[in-house]
Structures are given as structure tokens and as C-alpha cells.
């Protein structure tokens, strides 16, 4: 069976520096893998989406994820917080279904 | 281009009674899911639904049922609601040609309280 682990339920950043959200999956086949962000009421948006073309990603707002088979992990990376990033991040990984992490929230401090 | 749409945002019932909820698919789609997420945790998947047949189906009791309609919209069913069914209830749609790795779209949710 598919599944996700993000490692952090939290995490707080100040603006203008890194942002790092972890996230590693388990498949027995090569994975589509996603980050979705959920914004408080409002519908979960899709970030990027990984199909097994290129490894690096990039999506929206700035944000990219690294596909590393050997590591199992699929961390979504921006290099410059901004306050409109304060949100719920969820990994996902798709069988026929979306399988979602348990969410990192990522909270941005002035 | 109307995205995915849900009725009613929000819902409060009692225990024991049974609640219907409902989702129109973005435009140009056919196929629709429904997930349950628990406050603080991520969705989990129900069903899913294709030419309004349950296609696939998550670890849900038999209390939670759903349809689809010929217009592609569908309902989620839950009888005999339980405390532990409260819940955000969010529907995603997708082209099931695409699927496999394909994007699906998500309304606002459903917020279900069960006093």
C-alpha cells in the first residue's frame, strides 16, 4: 500500500527566509506525488504534481519539490517566505485515489 | 469557468439522524470523490464515483453511501450519524481519461457538526 509521511506538523519561518516542508513516501511502484496547500476556509489548491518526468518540480508561487527515489522523498522547497504562505501544506501520493500526509503547518512571521 | 461547487457549507445534526450533501463537478468532468477530513488531520477518501457507479471505495462503513447523477453531480449519504462523523466533507472532481497522476479540483467542503 501507498503512504505518505510528513515530518513535521509544524513549522515557523521568519518572511524573506527558506522554507523547507519534508515529506517522504512508500510505494512499490513508481509514484505521482503532489502538494496540495489549504488555506483556512477555502478548498485544498494543488501546488505542483510530480508524474516521473523531470525530478525537479516547480509549481506555483515559487514553490518546487525534489523527487529523490533513493531517499524515498519528495520535500517541498521555496526560497523566500511571504506572509500569504501561512497555510497547511499536505503531501500526497496518488493510487486511484489521493492518499494525503497529515499536514505541515507552516506559519511566517514578520 | 465554474470550479467545484458544495452545498451546504455548513450543517449542524444530531446523533442518530442522517444528512445528504452535494457536489457539482468543474465543468467538463465525469468523474467526483468524496473525502472526509477531521479537524486537525488530512482528507481521507471515501468513494469514488463514475458513470454514476462506485468505482472505488476507502475504509468508510456501510452508514456512508453517495450517487452520482447523469449530469456528473453528485451526493454523499451518511444514516445514523455519529459524533465522530463531524467532520470538513470535501468533494474533488477529475476527467477519468486523465487520471493517473492527473490533477483533481476541490470545492470548499462541506463543515458537518453532529451534536
Known amino acids: 500500500a501507498q503512504s505518505v509521511t510528513q515530518l513535521d506538523s509544524h513549522v515557523s519561518v521568519s518572511e524573506g527566509t527558506p522554507v523547507l516542508l519534508r515529506c517522504n513516501y512508500s510505494?512499490?511502484?513508481?509514484?505521482?506525488l503532489f502538494w496540495y496547500v489549504q488555506h483556512p476556509n477555502k478548498g485544498l489548491q494543488l501546488l505542483l504534481k510530480?508524474?516521473?518526468?523531470?525530478?525537479l518540480v516547480k509549481g506555483i508561487n515559487g514553490f518546487e519539490a525534489e523527487f529523490k527515489k533513493s531517499e524515498t522523498s519528495f520535500h517541498l522547497t521555496k526560497p523566500s517566505a511571504h506572509m500569504s504562505d501561512a497555510a497547511e501544506y499536505f503531501c500526497?501520493?496518488?493510487?486511484?485515489?489521493?492518499?494525503f500526509g497529515a499536514g505541515t503547518r507552516l506559519a511566517v512571521h514578520p | 469557468d465554474a470550479g467545484v461547487t458544495q452545498s451546504p457549507t455548513h450543517l449542524i445534526k444530531t446523533r442518530g439522524q442522517q444528512v445528504t450533501l452535494r457536489c457539482s463537478p468543474k465543468?467538463?468532468?465525469?468523474?467526483v470523490s468524496w473525502y472526509q477530513q477531521a479537524l486537525g488531520q488530512g482528507p481521507q477518501f471515501i468513494f469514488q464515483?463514475?458513470?454514476?457507479?462506485?468505482?472505488q471505495r476507502g475504509n468508510f462503513p456501510d452508514r456512508f453511501s453517495g450517487h452520482q447523477f447523469p449530469n456528473y453531480s453528485s451526493e454523499l449519504n451518511v444514516n445514523a450519524l455519529l459524533l465522530g462523523d463531524s467532520a470538513l466533507y470535501l468533494c474533488?472532481?477529475?476527467?477519468?481519461?486523465?487520471?493517473?497522476?492527473?490533477?483533481?479540483?476541490f470545492g470548499p467542503g462541506t463543515r458537518l457538526t453532529v451534536l
Open positions: 465543468s467538463g468532468h465525469d468523474t
Open positions: 464515483y463514475y458513470e454514476e457507479e462506485e468505482r
Open positions: 500526497v501520493v496518488s493510487d486511484a485515489e489521493l492518499i
Open positions: 474533488a472532481s477529475t476527467l477519468t481519461r486523465d487520471s493517473g497522476g492527473s490533477e483533481q479540483f
Open positions: 510530480y508524474t516521473s518526468a523531470a525530478t
Open positions: 510505494s512499490s511502484y513508481s509514484p505521482s
